[in-house]
Structures are given as structure tokens and as C-alpha cells.
């Protein structure tokens, strides 16, 4: 090993020393790093920077690329300038620090298109949507991956805390080493092809030990908080961005009970969820709680909690990573039907049109339309798809 590359374990917390070679080509093995091109995805936040700074250390040629997705000013009718304009300069004084390239791609009209009136029709059909993986899913993983193909780069790298491992059929997708941080749920959507090119360095890492080597490595975003909130949505308000998108879209209707009574009226559906209970503004004998949002009728249906209860649902768009055909008789896996939820037991059958049944060993609660299903066989994710329905129980 060179002198610069044990100059480079300085940067690795101990743990990881006896794990990674700094002389082998992760991105090409046929190739000195000197002449590998990567391109990494930077969000203006402290992990993709990490990522860039290290691969850029270890001598790869990293091009950054940020993309512009949206204007704050323009969406919400706010004075401003664009979307994440400080985090764009954010990753754009971080390549200039530490001198590799950078470019920002206005992807505006896409985003708009594929996510944020997405994101608002699939409230107007009465679903609770996930832009962040209609996001990885079409303009980061699907666009991206496109212009660094362009740009002949032999890897797309993003600071996603998933970790990729090869398999007997090729490159997997896993669980990161640190639970609490992630990230993998969000990316089901990522096809086999696209994971045998893009790469995700931090996922073997815990968050504090990124913010360390940031730190390290002199960059004035290691502190950066972690951004919480949908990026378009900057004040949590989701109605009021899809009220701009979709004029009428808070229009009130009825809320009724599951046993038929018409109980009172809401300001619209986008405004409910499955399984909310707070902000009904209803009296009745005991709690009740959003069970379905009926929207070709402008209805919220409520009922008691018992009623939220699900032993099986149908998923479509599924995207398959296991390298083979799954069997009619199904395969065992544990789900994640929210991504704030622990992983259950069950049992998924594939059906036509590129759907499939999921069968709860136990009923589960507010199984939401709208939201994914994330398939797992250990830490490996095996597929997942949207959700479209459920049977009571």
C-alpha cells in the first residue's frame, strides 16, 4: 500500500480499517483509480459531500452533479430564490474546496411533472404518496443514471445509507449498518440494472462517524442538520401546495361512519389520512379514526380502530431484486408497510400486471393506499411495489 493511501485511514473511523482496501478499485477493477471517472450526487448535505470528498481523496476523478429541482419562489408563491438554493451552494463551495468538478442540471420541469403532481393527484385519489421514492425512482436514479452514463463515468455514487453487496446473481441491495439511519425502504424502486452501477460508500457507516470524517476533512457543512421535511414543502403545509398544483382540491364533503351515519363534513380529503384520529372535530360514544378515503365520492369514511385492522393487500409496480421468477406457492419475506414501521412476517404471491399479494401473518393496522411495501429476506431487500388496497379482518 502507498504512502498516500495509509495517509487516507486517518479519515476512517478504527473500525472500518481491517474492512476497506484503499489500493483496490471499488468502481472498476480493471482500472488504476487514477483513471476512473465517478459521479456522485450532491445534495449540499454532509453525506454526499463525504462521499465526493473521500472518493476524490483516493484519487478517483469525481465530477459532482446537484440537481435543481424546483423554485420555492415560483411553487409557493413566496419571495426566494430556488429550490435549495443554499444547499446548491452548499455543494458547489465543497467541490471548489477540495477541487474536483461540479455542475448543477436544472431538472425543474421533470420534478414537477413526475413528483410534485404526482405527489398531488395521488392525494386527490384519496392516497398518502412518498414523493422522496418517486423521487430516487424517476429523476435521481432513472435521469442521473442516464447522465452519468453520458458523461462515461464507470459509477454513480450517492451518500444513501444502504449498502450494496454482490450476490450469486449479481449486485444486492441491504439494509445499512446503522438501523436507525436507514434508508433502503426508499429505494425499493431501484432496478437490478441500476444497481449494478450505482454505489452507496456511507452505508456501512453510522451517521456520526460521516459527520467526524466531515470534520476531518475541513468541510463547513459537517454540522449541517439533516433536512426533515419533503424539500418542496418547506412549511409542512402539503395542502397548500396541492391546492396550487390542483385548484379545488380542498373541497368539503362527508364524513361518514362505516355503519352508513353522516356524521359531519370535512375541508377535503387530502387533508385525512388512514388511521388518523386527532382533527375529525366529531362527537361519538367512542374514538374514531380515518379507515378509507372514498375519493370518487369526496367521502371519509370513519369507524372504531378495530376496523383498521388488515391481514392482506394488494401491491402493484412491483420491482422484483431476487434474479429469479417468484414461485405461484409465494415466498416468505418480512414487510415494511411504512417506513417508520418494524419489519412483519408474511408471505407474498405474484400476480399479472406486475402486482402482488401480501398475506399478514398477523393483522396489521392502517395499512395506507399510496404508501410502499418493502420486501425483505434478512437485510436484503427482495422487492417491493405501491399499496392499493387491503382486506379487513
Known amino acids: ?13 478504527p473500525r472500518h480499517f481491517s474492512a476497506i482496501s484503499l489500493s483496490m478499485n471499488q468502481f472498476a477493477p480493471d482500472k488504476e483509480i487514477k483513471d476512473t471517472r ?9 453525506d454526499s459531500s463525504v462521499a465526493a470528498t473521500w472518493l476524490h481523496k483516493q484519487g478517483y476523478e469525481v465530477i459532482g452533479v446537484t440537481l435543481q429541482l424546483y423554485d420555492v419562489g415560483i411553487d409557493l408563491e413566496k419571495k426566494g430564490a430556488c429550490c435549495a438554493g443554499k444547499d ?36 386527490l385519489k384519496g392516497e398518502t404518496p412518498i414523493p422522496c421514492v418517486k423521487c430516487n425512482q424517476s429523476v435521481k436514479f432513472r435521469d442521473l443514471f442516464k447522465v452519468a452514463r453520458d458523461l462515461n463515468a464507470d459509477a454513480l455514487v450517492t451518500g444513501h445509507y444502504v449498502q450494496r453487496k454482490l450476490g450469486t446473481h449479481g449486485a444486492e441491495l441491504h439494509k445499512a449498518a446503522d438501523d436507525g439511519k436507514d434508508q433502503s425502504y426508499f429505494l425499493f424502486a431501484t432496478t437490478q440494472e441500476q444497481l449494478e452501477y450505482i454505489h452507496f460508500p456511507l452505508g456501512g457507516m453510522k451517521k456520526e462517524e460521516t459527520r467526524q470524517m466531515a470534520a476531518q476533512f475541513g468541510l463547513e457543512i459537517a454540522d449541517k442538520p439533516d433536512s426533515q421535511d419533503i424539500c418542496f414543502v418547506p412549511n409542512g403545509s402539503y395542502a397548500s401546495v396541492i391546492e396550487l398544483l390542483r385548484p379545488g382540491a380542498l ?3 362527508d364524513i361518514v361512519h362505516i355503519n352508513g351515519t353522516k356524521l359531519g363534513r370535512h375541508n377535503g380529503i387530502i387533508n385525512y389520512t388512514i388511521g388518523q384520529r386527532k382533527g375529525l372535530g366529531i362527537a361519538w360514544p367512542e374514538p374514531l379514526y380515518v379507515v378509507k378515503i372514498d375519493a370518487a365520492n369526496n367521502v371519509v369514511l370513519v369507524g372504531p380502530e378495530s376496523a383498521l385492522a388488515a391481514t392482506s393487500f394488494i401491491i402493484r409496480d412491483v420491482n422484483w431484486l431476487v434474479g429469479s421468477t417468484i414461485s405461484e406457492s409465494g415466498m416468505e419475506v418480512n414487510i415494511k408497510a411504512r417506513s417508520t414501521q418494524q419489519a412483519v412476517e408474511a408471505t407474498v404471491f405474484p400476480l399479472p400486471d406486475n402486482m402482488a399479494k401480501i398475506e399478514l401473518k398477523s393483522p396489521q393496522r392502517a395499512i395506507t393506499p399510496g404508501q410502499a411495501c418493502v420486501m425483505y429476506q434478512s437485510t436484503r431487500v427482495v422487492g417491493g411495489g405501491w399499496i392499493v388496497g387491503g382486506s379487513q379482518k
Open 38 to 46: 465517478v459521479v456522485v450526487a450532491m445534495s449540499g448535505g454532509v
Open 1 to 13: 500500500m502507498s504512502i498516500v493511501n495509509k495517509e487516507l485511514y486517518k479519515y476512517l473511523p
Open 251 to 253: 373541497d368539503d364533503g
Open 88 to 123: 446548491i451552494y452548499d455543494a458547489k463551495n465543497v467541490a471548489e474546496r477540495m477541487g474536483f468538478a461540479h455542475y448543477v442540471l436544472d431538472y425543474e420541469s421533470i420534478f414537477k411533472q413526475e413528483v410534485m403532481e404526482d405527489f398531488a393527484d395521488s392525494y
